[in-house]
């Protein structure tokens, strides 16, 4: 995924299961976060979202990922 000038890039690892991509999004939106761009890529048992965003919000969204059911990891890549 290219970089996105001004933004932050955040990596969360989950467990696959449904529904965890949704209540990412849910999260952000719930915080008034805009998501510049996403990517997701799952096996069997582990998933993980590279998500670009403004870096005003970079905190709070660790913040609030990190409490995702099923969260592995998550951190700040750049």
Not at 2 to 29: C, F, T, W, Y
Not at 44 to 59: H, N, P, W
Request: no cysteine.
């Amino acid at each position: 995924m290219p970089a996105h000038p001004g933004k932050h890039r955040l990596l969360h690892i989950h467990r696959n299961v449904p529904g965890v991509l949704s209540q990412i999004n849910s999260i952000m939106s719930e915080n008034n976060i805009n998501i510049s761009a996403q990517y997701l890529q799952t096996n069997e048992t582990l998933g993980y979202v590279v998500i670009d965003l403004d870096a005003r919000s970079s905190d709070l969204a660790l913040e609030k990922l990190a409490q995702v059911p099923g969260t592995i990891r998550t951190r700040v890549l750049f």
